[in-house]
């Protein structure tokens, strides 16, 4: 799609976001971006669609990094082939496959000297630069990123599914493995299973050896999800009581830990079904970011409530292992063209999408 300006420049369509708050995607002829020092050009050619992205094109995201000039090319998760590096770069990764890890950790702070690069101190700042949040990110033909954080793709794993399953699978490990400590033969509860990250979490808590209930909308997704091995599949539309399900799953033992990222909306329905010394890792929050539950009981139970920010670029690496070995795959429930790109945040954002939504580049 590319092709020289009237300068001999090349150029490409990029999604760019002229303004906030009103839904401004517009799909522009910009130059290719140059890679500076350190840094290598990604010819994308597969782009995974979130729901943050969705937020901040409408106006909604309330992410603390709302630093970004405008116009901006948003997209966090993109797959693509690396085809210049810059000064200091490494050469000999031009034709490398990679994917994108949008959060550019320091290295330096605490945090990243302590492993904990998703928490990094200085990534945290509202104006650090972030790919597809303050920068130019995924939704483009190219984009420009740092060496370090261009992550190899398997040769067993297609463009679609890495793009697929760079947030969502490393969100998930990160939440069920790194945070949930994840045993064998535990009862596990995943809210909004039938989301990209959802349906990840399903497949890793199964991988883990433990007994999986979810949460999702519908009869459709209900019946997805069951595909995907979940034994309880609890309708949040129109399942008012879940306990009976949970008694059923662990033989009367309760909730061992809940992988939650549906939100506040869910609470009231499983709290009262977790088990002494259960766990509550906190990963999302699409139904609201005030839960309301008894303080009382998660403390005579002793439940322990965690939080799981984002990802590293560890678990991306683990993830697409298991997927070059085919223990695992993202669920990719519709590829859309460049052009249609806003289509498929309008899926996300009317919750008519089942697992990942991917936008084919190339």
Not at 27 to 56: R, T
Not at 208 to 228: I, N, Q, S, W, Y
Request: aromatic residues 6%.
């Amino acid at each position: 799609m590319t092709e020289p300006t009237t300068q001999g420049q090349m150029a490409m369509k990029a999604w760019r976001l002229h303004r906030s708050k009103a839904d401004r995607l517009e799909f522009d002829d910009v130059p290719v971006p140059e890679p500076a020092a350190g840094e290598v050009l990604v010819e994308i050619h597969a782009i995974g669609l979130n729901s943050s992205e969705m937020q901040l094109v409408r106006g909604d995201w309330e992410g603390p990094d709302t630093h970004r000039p405008y116009p901006m090319i948003p997209g966090i998760e993109a797959a693509g082939m690396i085809v210049a590096a810059g000064p200091g770069a490494p050469a000999h990764r031009v034709g490398e496959r990679v994917t994108v890890h949008y959060r550019w950790a320091c290295g330096d702070c605490d945090e990243c000297v302590g492993g904990n690069e998703n928490t990094c101190q200085v990534a945290a700042a509202p104006n650090a630069p972030k790919f597809g949040r303050t920068i130019d990110g995924a939704y483009a033909e190219y984009a420009r990123v740092p060496a370090g954080f261009a992550v190899r793709i398997p040769d067993q794993v297609s463009y679609t599914d890495a793009a697929a399953m760079t947030v969502s699978g490393g969100t998930a490990w990160h939440m069920a493995i790194v945070r949930g400590q994840l045993r064998p033969n535990e009862t596990v509860l995943v809210t909004g299973g039938s989301s990209g990250v959802g349906s990840m979490l399903v497949q890793i808590a199964k991988l883990a050896g433990t007994r999986v209930a979810a949460t999702a909308g519908g009869p459709e997704k209900a019946r997805r999800l069951r595909e995907l091995g979940v034994e309880l599949v609890l309708d949040h539309r129109a399942d008012d009581d879940w306990s009976a399900g949970f008694a059923q799953l662990s033989d009367g033992a309760g909730i061992d830990c809940v992988l939650d990222i549906a939100g506040a909306g869910t609470w009231p329905r499983f709290m009262g079904s977790m088990r002494h010394h259960g766990r509550i890792i906190v990963g999302g929050y699409m139904s609201g970011d005030r839960a309301d539950f008894d303080l009382k009981e998660s403390t005579i139970r002793e439940i322990a409530i965690a939080g799981a920010s984002s990802w590293t670029r560890k678990s991306v690496r683990d993830v697409l292992g298991l997927a070059a070995r085919g223990d695992l795959r993202p669920v990719v429930g519709a590829t859309l063209p460049l052009r249609e790109l806003p289509d498929g945040l309008r899926m996300l954002r009317d919750r008519t999408a089942y697992g990942n939504l991917v936008v084919q580049v190339r």
